[in-house]
């Protein structure tokens, strides 16, 4: 796979994480019994750098995301670990505290904006809102700075389109204004979620260079969940891969899409030419396991070509190999046989 075409914009410095997870666990609750399905997640996500996190349905994404800013559905539950914020420990947050936390310190753009925006409302009351209410500005004052907001999310007209409620707003719109109001309050991290999966190419185009303009501009640190390969290539500096609720190959981009260590991500990237826009996932065969009982030892092994006895007594650690974590007893096979295709 060649990635010339769309790599990423030059790296910015590091720095100590704006949020992390620390070994998370999460799991659903029935009565006494919990079913885990993120099983041991540990991100770190850093000023100004994109972390893509990328893996099939269900694998745990969205409740890996949710539970990063404190919004974990009802009957979920972190069962062990940590989620750091700014150097502060989330486990002891009040309802009152995470409020104050989101929008201010991390906010997150979901795939459907209409979810996002409540239809009684116009779009530009909707932005102005966290002006007022948190930070008191007059009404005239939150008006001026919401509708300079919009403009510069690159919504035309934004003086006269104020007014509007969202069903008078395209998809693509709606999603500007959905990133306008994430981005109201000047947070220091940013979580997307499918930004871009309900958007025609073009706007996508338009909102994946808005996002990647902020990010860069005001450092935002931002976890970016997407299944499509392009838009990976194009944002991020860092890539995680997701499989039954653990990270089993995380790593800096070039590293993983060119020289994958998991058969899991080797086969999630096989047959992609080059990861233009639109490049979908590959379609690993085989199912995902039930979360609710994920095979013994590597729960890959039913799937994976390169299984033997081990795969199926031990499950592997994330272990520093090449350059990356990957979570495998093969990964030196893996990427040797990866090499000689390259070969061939
Ligand atoms: N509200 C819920 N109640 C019960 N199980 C849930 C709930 N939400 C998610 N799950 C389970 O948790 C696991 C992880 O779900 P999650 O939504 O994080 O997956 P995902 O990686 O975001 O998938 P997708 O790519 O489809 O968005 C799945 O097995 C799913 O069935
Ligand atoms: S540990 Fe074994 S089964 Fe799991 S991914 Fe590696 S080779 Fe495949
Ligand atoms: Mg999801």
Known sequence: MTMSAVHPAPTPPGGDAAAEMRDVHIGFRSGRHVTPVVRGVTLRLRPGRVLALVG???SGKSLT???LIGLLPPGAEITAGSVVLGGDDTAGFTARQWREARGSRIAMVFQDPMAALNPGFSVGGQIAEPFRRRLGASRREARERAVA???EVGIADAGTRYGD???EFSGGMRQRAVIAMALALGPSVLLADEPTTALDVTVQA???????????EAGLATLLVSHDLGVVARMAHEVAVMYAGRIV???PLDAVYTRPAHPYTLGLLRAVPDGADGDRLTPVPGLPPDPRRPPGGCAFHPRCPFATDVCRAEDPPLAESGGRSVACHHADRVSASHSDEEDR
């Open 65 to 67: 995301s949710l539970a």
């Open 249 to 251: 190959e995380q790593g």
């Open 56 to 58: 099939e349905s269900g």
């Open 206 to 216: 338009q909102i994946l260079r808005l996002l990647a303009r902020r990010q860069q």
């Open 165 to 167: 409620h969202p069903h």
């Open 149 to 151: 907001l919009m403009r």
